[in-house]
């Protein structure tokens, strides 16, 4: 035996004295197989987590899309059928015989008064040109329409002269409600008897339906009859510099083109008889025994079209959220119905069109418009 020593005999235990390094490189070893573990999981668990997260993002993406989609297929069907059911209305009042023998009456009456003339005293003559001087003022000042001189505006007829300073310039009821007038004082002529004898029926059809005016026209484009007593009574459509081409034109290309009955609908125009607003119509031929007597046209209200567009003002209830909306775009690119945003906050919809690209001084121009059609179709579809 030498006199060398073993710190760990074999089999022996484990000296209590084991040098403190060795224990620190066991625990540090612990330490970083720990520390690995760890950040394996955590590494786990944030891959499986960003999968989930891409995942259900997509996943919610596809639902919105799919959602979103959805609710543009149920508007579309849904303004198509509102469009169709005004056209299948107008379709029925065509061919309604009341209707008929209304027209047939009003454009002979028409057609008589027209063959006579001096029908206005002096005085009668210069109030009608008076409403016409006053028409061109608001027109320009209420929504910037330049109409074309007033004495140009005035009916060439003998029988649109007649009708409109009886039942316009001596209407005795105000502003919508003109059509509560059925006999016009002083007007003693065959057509006032007509007129007695028809318009309350013809008028309640107009309101029946909702429709905000009614027109009669003979087969030449002369408006023998409306509701509510505007400044197309006893005008031409066709060749009236005021009313402009939409209407006229419509008739004549379109409405001559189609069967009897069948019913045409005419884009939002500025329609000078309405004070220059964008008004849209729906149109269809009249008939009796002897064939085509003329036309009955009606003017659709924007309220309808709305109410296609904005499921009566309930987004919320049809799964549009707080912001979505649904609306109309004709080929120019403009709006045919109103903006959520303008329908629930005006002012706000006012401070968008200042901080979009648009020519300095547009909202102005909405100021004080807010109860006409105007503002609403004169804003390009890009504004939210």
């Not at 109030?127 to 074309?148: C, H, I």
């Not at 029946?208 to 005008?235: A, C, E, H, I, P």
């Not at 081409?245 to 008889?273: C, H, K, M, N, W």
Request: proline content about 4%.
């Amino acid at each position: 035996m030498t006199g060398q020593t073993n710190d760990n005999p074999a089999g022996g235990p484990p000296r209590q004295d084991e040098p403190k390094d060795k224990q620190k490189a066991a625990r540090s070893l612990r330490r970083s197989l720990a520390v690995r573990l760890i950040s394996a999981s955590l590494l786990a668990t944030l891959l499986l987590g960003g999968i989930v997260f891409y995942e259900t993002r997509s996943l919610l993406t596809t639902a919105v899309e799919t959602q979103l989609g959805s609710q543009q297929g149920s508007q579309a069907r849904a303004i198509s059928t509102g469009l169709s059911s005004i056209k299948d209305t107008v379709s029925v009042m065509a061919r309604d015989q009341e209707l008929v023998r209304a027209l047939s009456d009003l454009a002979a009456a028409f057609e008589e008064l027209d063959q006579q003339s001096d029908l206005l005293e002096p005085e009668e003559v210069e109030s009608l040109d008076k409403l016409y001087r006053d028409m061109v003022a608001e027109a320009a000042a209420r929504t910037g329409f330049d109409l074309p001189p007033s004495e140009e505006l005035v009916p060439a007829g003998e029988a649109g002269r007649y009708l409109q300073y009886h039942y316009i310039v001596a209407n005795p009821f105000p502003s919508g409600e003109t059509d509560q007038l059925v006999m016009a004082e002083g007007d003693d002529s065959g057509y006032g008897a007509v007129h007695e004898q028809h318009h309350e029926v013809v008028n309640w059809k107009r309101s029946n339906f909702g429709f905000s005016d009614l027109m009669l026209l003979n087969t030449n484009g002369d408006v023998v009859y409306t509701s509510m007593k505007q400044t197309d009574l006893g005008r031409n459509l066709i060749s009236s510099l005021f009313v402009g081409d939409a209407l006229g034109s419509a008739i004549v290309a379109r409405l001559t083109g189609v069967a009897l009955g069948e019913t045409i609908l005419i884009d939002f125009q500025r329609y000078a008889p309405a004070g220059g607003a964008p008004t849209m119509f729906a149109a269809a031929a009249v008939s009796s025994d002897q064939g085509a007597i003329g036309a009955v046209v009606v003017t659709v209200p924007i309220e309808a079209l709305n109410g296609l567009t904005t499921s009566q003002e309930r987004w919320k209830d049809v799964g549009l959220g707080d912001t979505g909306e649904a609306y109309v775009v004709g080929r120019d690119l403009l709006m045919r119905s109103d903006s959520r945003l303008w329908l629930e906050d005006q002012d706000a919809y006012l401070a968008t069109l200042n901080d979009q690209d648009y020519p300095p001084g547009t909202a102005s121009e909405f100021t004080g418009c807010c109860s006409t059609v105007v503002p609403k179709m004169s804003i390009d579809s890009a504004v939210p």
